[in-house]
């Protein structure tokens, strides 16, 4: 537990103090220094005889009053309570592609590297979404369900790796279906971000996921990921993080990827959805979130979290009652004990 959310606030009152301090001796010495000027030491103190400000007092409760102000501004917070998140939200699933050849490295260090940092990314500035994520190959797994909570997703999102699935090929219809069943309960427009290199080992079940997107109002936002000229997969790496072996098919020839677009721009566009070739990660953030502006929102609720309880609000009664005092306080007059006037006997 932190007393303070922002106790840089007590250094900013250091400085603030000082600098008030400075001006006010300043300020002081040249008042003394004008009136001198104007009637001279003699005539200012029989004008002033008698008469004494309490600036002591003054001075204090104007000290004290910035120090609490600074205090609230440094949140001081103790006790938790129990926030409940709701707001209108969009739904939204991210599919990410795990076969082996996400290994490959035409774009380095490799396509799932960059694949994990553009949708760290989006999911940062998707503040108003429901995400969901699925990690697929020939079929498809959930990974994190529909949630708010970004520490979440970027945690499953950094957990992904190529073959870790038990399944190995591509299927582009799996992580649609499976996409399809998770939103199956929001109304409206909801969008599966489907980042892949296209290659569809089971490309007779397009035609079935095209339909499958459609009946469930499911936009396809399909991320091409790879070059069309190819790159071998990595099937063993030394220590040093050079490639030892590269994979090879049943018949001893080695394996080369290739990104497919067709299947991704077929699918994208039959679910009035879009195809983006993969560039750079924030230039490819800033294409998908664009392509979810108009999703329709529901409003419902995002879960609960526990915090503490700010407690600003005494310290700044605080400072502002000794605010008024410092503008309130009277000036006093008080007589010398020469000059008190004699009792008639």
Excluded at 211 to 240: F, H
Aim: proline share 5%; net charge positive.
């Amino acid at each position: 537990m932190e007393l303070f959310g922002k106790p840089i606030f007590f250094i900013y009152f250091i400085l603030a103090a000082g600098l008030a301090a400075g001006v006010w001796l300043l300020g002081n010495k040249l008042k003394r220094r004008a009136i001198y000027a104007f009637f001279g030491p003699a005539a200012y103190a029989k004008l002033t005889q008698g008469l004494r400000l309490n600036t002591k007092i003054n001075t204090a409760f104007f000290f004290a009053g910035l120090f609490f102000l600074f205090a609230a501004l440094a949140k001081p917070q103790w006790g938790v309570e129990v926030v409940l998140a709701e707001g209108k939200f969009a739904q939204t699933v991210i599919a990410v592609d795990v076969s082996a050849s996400m290994k490959a490295r035409d774009l380095k260090p490799d396509r799932l590297a960059n694949a994990q940092s553009m949708l760290s990314m989006l999911i940062s500035n998707l503040q108003e979404e429901r995400i969901g994520l699925i990690a697929f190959t020939s079929r498809a797994y959930i990974q994190c369900p529909i949630t708010t909570d970004e520490s979440a997703l970027k945690y499953f999102l950094s957990s992904l790796q190529p073959d870790m699935l038990p399944v190995p090929g591509t299927s582009l219809a799996a992580p649609v279906d499976l996409a399809a069943r998770m939103l199956a309960k929001y109304p409206g427009q909801k969008a599966l971000i489907l980042l892949t290199d296209g290659e569809d080992h089971e490309p007779e079940q397009l035609k079935q996921a095209i339909k499958t997107a459609q009946e469930n109002n499911l936009r396809v936002i399909a991320v091409g990921i790879g070059t069309q000229e190819g790159e071998l997969i990595p099937q063993r790496v030394d220590a040093s993080g050079r490639v030892a072996e590269y994979k090879k098919d049943k018949n001893g020839n080695t394996v080369v990827t290739k990104l497919d677009e067709n299947s991704l721009v077929e699918l994208a566009r039959a679910t009035d959805g879009v195809y983006i070739h993969y560039t750079t990660p924030a230039q490819v953030a800033s294409k998908v979130q664009s392509s979810l502006k108009d999703l329709d929102r529901t409003y419902s609720s995002a879960g609960s979290h526990s915090r503490y309880k700010d407690r600003y609000q005494i310290p700044l009664l605080l400072a502002i009652l000794c605010f008024v005092c410092w503008l309130v306080w009277p000036a006093r007059k008080t007589h010398r004990a020469d000059e008190e006037p004699k009792k008639v006997k």
